[in-house]
Each structure stands twice: as C-alpha cells, then as structure tokens.
C-alpha cells in the first residue's frame, strides 16, 4: 500500500524491484497496484474516525454456555487488526489501522485518504493465511518505518485471516465484532497476559495502547456508544499501568471492567480461554 507519498522498494540499480513468483512479495506489489495517496490540500486534514466493526465467520464464534469463546491468540490478532501501533511510524501518526482498509463494510478513518484503483481484496484472497504475518510485516518495517513485527502477533493475525467474513456474506450469517466488544476482549486479553507464567510485558503495552486507541474512538462517536463513566474508569486504570510500568493493569480490575463493557448492549459476550499449564 502505498501511502501519503510513499513510494515501493526500489533495488540498488535505483529500479522498482520486480516481484517474486509465489511469495509475499506478489501480494505487497498487488497492493502497489491497488493504492495510489490522495493529493493533500493545504492545511491539515480533519482526521475521520475508524469504523470499528470486524466480521467473523460463524464458525470461529461457538458460543459456550452463551460466551463466544476466542483463544488468547484470535484475541490478539483481533486487538492487532484494529490497532494502529501495529504499524507505528507513518501508519500511527495517520492511525491507519489494518481495518480501516479490509473491512467487510469498506474503507474508513485514514483510509478514506487513499484512491483505490481497485477493490480493496479480502485478506485471506491476497496469500495463503500464512503469508499474512510476511505481508504485515514487510508493510511494517519497509513501508511504514514501524518495529519489527513481534512474531507472536504475525501468528495471531495469520489465524485472524483466515476467519474473517468474505466481503459477500451476507450479514446475518457473519458473527461482529464491534469496538465495544473489542475493548471487552481486549481487557480479558489482558488479565490473561498479565497472569500468564511467562509474560510478555512489550505485548501487553502493545495491547494497552491499543486499547487506549479504540477507546478514544469510540469515546468521540456521536453520540457516544458507551457511558463517559465507563471510558473514564477504563483509561484512568489503562493509563495507571502505563505510568507505573505494570502493563494493562490488575487482572482482577481488568476483568471487572471487561464485564461491564460486556453488558453494553445486545451483542455477544467474548470471553478468552486460557489454555490450561499456562496461567497461574
């Protein structure tokens, strides 16, 4: 994707280097292809939120005594799929976010800058779903000048891949994900990590700072989809851990907090099981 004047990887003789035949590289000059950055105007632009809607397929929500149950990994990658961080660099600066581009309801927030020459593709249509975390990757590091993918996180949206809803079903057959039960998910992601036996303190801040993000957005709708009083206590806990270090916090004021943003609303309850030997 090229974006806001970025231009491809160009080889050493100074040319376009051309793609190679059966690997990632063929997906990102598809993507050369697809996108081409809008003309900025003087002045800066007024920034357009991000529609916070993730489609799955039915099949990756079974519902266990009536919780939609994610692996800690589908959490993840749901958390990575809508989060600008993921990028950083250029990316982070505009908040482009994977979902602001391939999501089953269109473009939107920084999105809506680019001229698509083409129909933005379905993830799992552009490789092979294991090719996802190689194509996310090589966007990071040489397109949006963003950190090294962790490898972790390129697994959890390679399986997120391959779940999404294609952009043809309809969407009484597809199972949403919106912003209210992303923070929901990603608040017990977090209470996850942070009693996990082995820790990942850089993927926690990755997930706090994420979160941080979806809910400022959902904080600026209009109107607002959640009570201020739940923003408000969701980011005073957010932004504690992240001024004393602790990544997202407590599991326990975590988890409480992950249930009321739960009871936002009719829409599903996500829970995440915790593989058993891995948690304390």
């Known amino acids: 994707m090229i974006f806001e004047g970025l231009t491809p990887q160009r080889s050493q003789a100074g040319k376009q280097a051309p793609p190679r035949e059966g690997s990632v590289y063929t997906a990102m000059a598809l993507t050369y292809a697809l996108f081409l950055p809008c003309p900025v105007p003087a002045g800066e632009l007024p920034r357009e939120p991000v529609r916070l809607k993730t489609w799955l397929t039915q099949a990756a929500c079974p519902k266990v005594q009536g919780s939609v149950q994610l692996s ?20 982070l600066r505009s ?10 309801d269109g473009p939107s ?44 996180t390129g697994r959890a949206l390679s399986a997120l891949a391959s779940v999404l809803a294609p952009y043809a079903a309809p969407a009484a057959s597809a199972c949403l994900v919106d912003g209210v039960s992303l923070v929901a998910i990603g608040l017990r992601l977090c209470a996850y990590q942070a009693g996990a036996v082995r820790g990942d303190s850089d993927e926690q801040d990755f997930v706090r700072d994420s979160l941080r993000f979806v809910i ?7 109107p ?16 504690a851990a992240d001024l004393q270090s602790l990544g ?9 907090l992950a249930a009321r943003w ?16 891995n948690h304390e």
């Open 262 to 277: 739960n009871a936002m609303g009719a829409r599903p309850r996500f829970v995440v099981e915790y593989p058993k030997g």
């Open 224 to 239: 607002p989809a959640v009570p201020a009083a739940l923003i408000n206590d969701t980011n005073r806990v957010l932004r």
């Open 109 to 152: 927030g920084a999105a809506e800058r680019l001229r698509l020459r083409a129909t933005v593709p379905d993830l799992g249509s552009v490789s092979k779903p294991g090719n996802v975390a190689a194509f996310v990757a090589q966007a990071v590091e040489h397109e949006f000048d963003g950190p090294p993918l962790a490898p972790r």
């Open 72 to 91: 800690p990994d589908m959490a993840l990658g749901l958390v990575a799929f809508n989060s600008p961080y993921l990028f950083g660099g250029k990316a």
């Open 95 to 104: 908040q482009l976010t994977c979902g602001a581009c391939h999501a089953k």
């Open 216 to 222: 400022g957005e959902l904080a600026h709708g209009a």
């Open 248 to 256: 997202c916090g407590a599991p326990a004021s975590l988890t409480r």
